[in-house]
Every structure is written in structure tokens, then in C-alpha cells.
């Protein structure tokens, strides 16, 4: 009786999470911490960053972070701090490879990931045997507001994150190098089933080809538009040698504190945690054209 007991305690939390009900909804958040690191949720609709995208695990919870039944299958990812949901295109730095996809969880929890995409995103973009890619993220303006208003419309019905056609086959020739985008290329589709009554998808699984701009990896420490507090910065940090660099946004110009350049991903994220112990509150990893 102890040792059936005992079965049943352990299988429970599953079996709950197994029986989880899905009630799919938009959402931003409030800043939260994880793993020693700030996030600040926030909605947004434009722009590109770059950084390192980690792939989601198959243990993953039943419900993504907005009430979506988790499908490791599905086009869609995880930012540690856009709004559910938004649409990005994801760029795979090393091989051009991209890819739109559905922002609809939360994480990942480790530091200095840009987001996490499914196994079957990180499948398609090619990512490497470590699960952890450079990438390109742009936030589409007009999918990830018509996902939105979708959503908010439809609050009962259950939103896919996968095309209405399947991709069937898609021959690509090899990784740009430089220069001109080689031609996008030819993706042979299949009509896939979508229930009755289903919220239209916005994304179309089509991959495309850009050059490769693998680059090299920095820690951002933080950006100030007076020399004075970067310099102040960086002279708390001169145990990690940070830099100062120079920029302009239009007609403003700012400065940025960083560590680096590093070669191999597991540097930075040595960097990143420095920083983090020295009580940098939200150092990223970037990638930076060679």
C-alpha cells in the first residue's frame, strides 16, 4: 500500500499537467526574474536584435505561457520578454536559413538567450548538434498585429501556430557568402487539414535563404547617451575589460558598454554571468558583422 502510495504522489503533478485545459490569450507581463537575470515584458512591433537561440526541450509543460497546448511541432517559439503573441522572422546567422514563426511562451530561463524555438524550428533552420544557433530577430509589424487582434477576438477558440499548408519539400542551394542573397527557393507546399472554425494563421512555413553573417559574439552591458555614466560603468567593471563604443541613433548619438569580442558561445556566457555577479541587472549577448 506505502510503495502504491508513494506511485501515486509522484504521478500526480503529471497527471494534472496531462489534464491541464488550455484558454489561449494575449499577454505581456510584468518584469519577472530567472536565474539570477531581470526580464521587462513589453510590447513590441518593429525592429531586430540579435543573439543566441536555444532550442525548447520535449519535457516542456503542457500549456505554454498563454494558455496554448505546447506542440513541439508547431512553427513557434519562446522571448524572454516580447508580447504573446507576436510574429518573428528568425535568421539563422551561420547558414542564412529563416523562418517565421509565432512568439507564445515565455523563456528560456538561461541567461543570454535571445528566445527558444521548437525542435522542429530549430529542424528546419538547421541548427547545430548544441541546440544553440546565432541568430537575426525581426518583429513583423502587421502579422503579429493581426495575431493580436485574432486572438482577442477569439479568445475561446484554439490558435495554431502551424501554416495552413505544410511544407512538403524545400530545395535550397548553399549558404550565401557575402554579397547579394542567393534566390529564394522553390518550396513545393501540401494543403494541410484545419479545423472548422480555426482562427486564420498568419504564418506560411515557406523557408527563404539570406546571406550568412555569422559574426562575432559581445555581452551588452548597458547604453547611455552621456560618455560620462558609460565611463563610470566601465571603470566599476575594469575587472572584465569592458569597451566603450560610439554610436548613432538618427540624430542621437550614445554610447555603449560591452565585453568582448568572443569566439565561442560558452566565453560569453562566462562573460554574461560576470556581469550579472557584479550587479549588472540585464547584459544580453549580441552578434556583431566581422
Known amino acids: 500500500m506505502k510503495r502504491f502510495l508513494a506511485l501515486l504522489v509522484a504521478l500526480l503533478p503529471a497527471a494534472c499537467q496531462f489534464g491541464a485545459a488550455p484558454h489561449p490569450h494575449g499577454a505581456v507581463g510584468a518584469a519577472y526574474r530567472a536565474d539570477g537575470m531581470w526580464h521587462y515584458p513589453r510590447r513590441v512591433l518593429s525592429g531586430s536584435r540579435t543573439g543566441l537561440a536555444a532550442t525548447l526541450a520535449d519535457d516542456h509543460p503542457a500549456l505554454t505561457a498563454n494558455g496554448e497546448i505546447f506542440d513541439p511541432r508547431a512553427l513557434a517559439a519562446a522571448s524572454p520578454d516580447l508580447q504573446m503573441p507576436a510574429i518573428v522572422r528568425v535568421t539563422n546567422l551561420a547558414n542564412g536559413l529563416r523562418l517565421t514563426v509565432r512568439v507564445n511562451d515565455r523563456g528560456p530561463r538561461t541567461p543570454g538567450r535571445l528566445l527558444a524555438v521548437t525542435p522542429r524550428v530549430a529542424r528546419l533552420l538547421g541548427f547545430p548538434a548544441s541546440g544553440i544557433a546565432r541568430v537575426r530577430m525581426t518583429v513583423l509589424t502587421a502579422p503579429s498585429q493581426i495575431a493580436a487582434d485574432a486572438l482577442a477576438g477569439h479568445p475561446s477558440l484554439a490558435v495554431t501556430a502551424d501554416p495552413v499548408a505544410a511544407v512538403a519539400s524545400a530545395p535550397?542551394?548553399?549558404?550565401?557568402?557575402?554579397?547579394?542573397?542567393?534566390?529564394?527557393?522553390?518550396?513545393?507546399?501540401?494543403?494541410?487539414?484545419?479545423?472548422?472554425?480555426?482562427?486564420?494563421?498568419?504564418?506560411?512555413?515557406?523557408?527563404?535563404?539570406?546571406?550568412?553573417?555569422?559574426?562575432?559574439?559581445?555581452?551588452?552591458?548597458?547604453?547611455?547617451?552621456?560618455?560620462?555614466?558609460?565611463?563610470?560603468?566601465?571603470?566599476?567593471?575594469?575587472?572584465?575589460?569592458?569597451?566603450?563604443?560610439?554610436?548613432?541613433?538618427?540624430?542621437?548619438?550614445?554610447?555603449?558598454?560591452?565585453?568582448?569580442?568572443?569566439?565561442?558561445?560558452?566565453?560569453?556566457?562566462?562573460?554574461?554571468?560576470a556581469a550579472l555577479a557584479a550587479g549588472v541587472t540585464a547584459p544580453r549577448i549580441v552578434i556583431e558583422a566581422e
Open 172 to 273: 535550397l542551394g548553399p549558404p550565401g557568402a557575402g554579397g547579394a542573397a542567393p534566390p529564394a527557393p522553390r518550396v513545393a507546399l501540401a494543403t494541410a487539414h484545419r479545423p472548422a472554425g480555426a482562427i486564420e494563421p498568419v504564418l506560411s512555413g515557406r523557408l527563404t535563404r539570406v546571406a550568412t553573417a555569422p559574426g562575432t559574439l559581445w555581452v551588452r552591458l548597458n547604453r547611455f547617451t552621456v560618455y560620462q555614466y558609460a565611463a563610470v560603468l566601465a571603470a566599476r567593471l575594469a575587472g572584465l575589460h569592458p569597451s566603450i563604443a560610439r554610436g548613432r541613433d538618427g540624430t542621437e548619438e550614445f554610447f555603449t558598454v560591452s565585453l568582448g569580442p568572443f569566439a565561442h558561445v560558452a566565453d560569453a556566457d562566462a562573460a554574461l554571468r
